[in-house]
């Protein structure tokens, strides 16, 4: 396996995008790689919610899709983040329920770890209160 690469949003966008001449094609063959282990990525989650915010944002993916997508992407054989799993449920939180992704990592994160969470955000109070099934 190679060097992980530390892979920046811009690489992911024109990859899902396939909206750049130069850049998309070179994009797809890296995650090409990746997808079958021949090369080795690191997506830091900040890269994650950059992708996110300019997928829904800028090019108006829906919720679902962005998630969809994404998720996709983490799953790659070659993507090496050891918090791939947070990441991925916290993509389906974010896909299933109205919340902001980093709510939604925040969340995640703390119930993977058997953490408390400290926010003033009603959205990780809401999904506190599902978890407990106290929702209502």
Known sequence: MTVPRVTDANVILRYLL???????????EFFEQVRRGEATAFIPEGVLVECVYVLMKF???????????????ISYRGVVNPDREILLEALA???????????ALVFVTAQHHGWATFSFDKDIRKLERESDGSAG
């Open 93 to 103: 939180l974010f896909a299933r329920h109205a919340v902001d992704i980093v709510d």
């Open 18 to 28: 396939a909206d750049h001449p130069e850049f998309s094609p070179q994009a797809a």
């Open 59 to 73: 090019y108006a993916v829906p919720r679902p899709e962005v998630a969809e997508k994404l998720s996709q992407v």
